[in-house]
């Protein structure tokens, strides 16, 4: 996927999750011994950004979990599949899936604002670099090259102080002008 095919697709949805990956989860579910806890699988709606995937397995998701009854659930990214550490079906279909529904939508809209101000800033900041180069040109263009005429005794002094500066400079290569 092209960096502007995920830009479109993420400034354009909140990251989600589809579904459980049924086959992903362990074989002695609702056997007479049942796993307490174990990893379900689910598929995000789209790949996540690396941002996105910061802020999945950042501080603030820890902290939220445990305030919210989970202090034992980790998340996991990989790929396009977001593991949910120490849990169950159950607990998921009893909050904790809408939980981290609310919490990844949380994140997509804080990366997507954080993106929106980075891109502000640097519209900010080539609008202002435009305005100081076209200054420079200004400048730039105004400065003239040319000599103010010289006539008269003056002419003939800064002629002869140029050939003494030459012939000063043949000298010192060796060789002298002859006249």
């Keep these: 996927m092209s960096a502007n095919t995920h830009d479109e697709a993420f400034s354009g949805s909140n990251l989600g999750l589809d579904s459980v990956l049924a086959g992903s989860l ?95 800033s640097a519209r900010t900041f080539a609008a202002r670099e435009l305005e100081r180069a076209a200054a420079v040109a200004a400048l730039a263009a105004t400065v003239t090259f040319t000599a103010q005429p010289v006539e008269g005794a003056a002419a003939r002094q800064r002629a002869e102080a140029y050939r003494v500066q030459i012939e000063g400079w043949s000298a010192a290569a060796g060789g002298g002008i002859s006249r």
């Excluded at 501080?59 to 979990?65: G, K, N, Y």
């Excluded at 990214?77 to 949910?84: G, W």
């Excluded at 607990?91 to 994140?107: F, K, M, T």
């Excluded at 997507?112 to 980075?118: C, D, I, T, V, Y």
């Design 26 to 120: 362990p074989a002695g579910l609702m056997t007479e011994d049942p796993p307490a806890r174990y990893t379900v699988e689910a598929v995000f709606t789209r790949r996540p950004g690396k941002e996105e995937v910061r802020d999945v397995l950042g501080e603030s998701t820890r902290e939220l979990l445990a305030h919210s009854g989970y202090p034992d659930v980790v998340l996991t990214v990989s790929d396009r599949r977001l593991e949910i550490h120490n849990t169950t079906l159950e607990e998921l279909r009893d909050g904790l899936a809408q939980l981290i529904a609310l919490r990844l939508a949380e994140i997509s809209e804080q990366v997507r604002s954080e993106k929106e101000a980075s891109a502000d």
